[in-house]
């Protein structure tokens, strides 16, 4: 039952990871060559608080890059769900195999690692990489530099989709396809990627909100759940604050996508669920597990 829950979770959010790659793609083509459509940009792009930010720093554009500021509203109020079901650079990213396997790790060598090498004991916080680019990123284009056109994920995917109409492959697509196969599918989105970053933070802005005012929302249990790791394991962007947590409600986790794998693989009922406006779209296993018996496995 478990295992069936699981896949329905993941393949129908790898359906609409599918429609926004192909979507993406279409638009690139009909931007590049007017001939094939009447569409003359990737409206993608306008999506980006990036690009909305550097264009607007620039320009009085505005209210031509709405979708950007709407994007950036929702992510407030809910979490970073474009990073986990629309980006189609972080989508691809996460398809690629990987030479880990999570699944067989302990939680205890999941947690991410401080500069001694030790890993981070439960509840203690670190600074990512990826926040510290963001703000040199920001510092720079301040003083006139923009590097946003390198490293924005959706101008890296976009670059990438007309070098292959062209028959090549940028260095930075190759680059991360590499680092994702040795290191991990998301590990530039969690840990380098400064539109994420962006994202992230953002999400802190309405971390205060309860599940019942928010557009999309994971909400946790406390006492149902035994600490098995089973939702760290699945999920694509390697947090285990999911895991560790001992708060009720909603978990407003900055990194955390609200792509639901860890709901799809959490064996206890009521233990997890993701919720719109409060109302339960996807719940943790819904028969007794024995996994739910077991005893805690995150000291």
């Known amino acids: 039952m478990r295992k069936q829950r699981r896949r329905a979770v993941h393949w129908v959010r790898r359906g609409v990871q599918v429609v926004f790659v192909g979507l993406f793609i279409a638009l690139v083509w009909s931007a590049s060559y007017p001939p094939s459509g009447a569409i003359s940009e990737n409206i993608f792009l306008r999506l980006d608080p990036l690009a909305a930010a550097t264009a607007a720093s620039q320009s009085n554009v505005w209210l031509y890059l709405l979708p950007a500021w709407i994007l950036l509203g929702l992510t407030m109020v809910s979490g970073r769900f474009f990073c986990g079901w629309i980006c189609p650079l972080g989508s691809v990213l996460e398809w690629l195999p990987s030479l880990g396997n999570r699944r067989r790790k302990k939680m205890s060598t999941m947690r991410p690692k401080d ?60 680059a991360l396809v590499v680092l994702s196969v ?47 790791g089973d939702c760290a394991k ?66």
Not at 185 to 199: D, T, V
Request: glycine content about 10%.
């Open 115 to 174: 500069l001694s090498g030790e890993p981070i004991k439960k509840g203690d916080r670190r600074i990512r990489f990826k926040y510290v680019f963001l703000i040199v990123l920001l510092l720079l284009l301040i003083a006139g530099i923009n590097l946003f056109w390198i490293f924005d994920p959706l101008v890296i995917a976009n670059r990438t989709v007309l070098f292959v109409f062209l028959g090549t492959i940028p260095g930075v697509f190759i």
């Open 234 to 299: 699945a999920c694509p962007f390697e947090i285990v604050e999911v895991a560790d947590s001992e708060k009720a409600g909603r978990l407003a986790i900055p990194d955390c996508a609200l792509c639901g794998e860890c709901v799809g693989a959490c064996p206890c009922p009521g233990a997890l669920s993701l919720q719109v406006m409060g109302t339960q779209v996807l719940g943790s296993g819904k028969g007794q597990d024995a996994s739910c018996e077991i005893e805690e496995a995150l000291a």
């Open 182 to 228: 040795l290191v991990g599918p998301r590990f530039w989105c969690q840990e380098m990627c400064p539109l994420g970053a962006g994202l992230s933070a953002a999400s802190m802005v309405g971390s205060w909100l309860p599940a019942s005012a928010s557009p999309l929302a994971l909400v946790k249990e406390p006492e149902a759940c035994t600490h098995c």
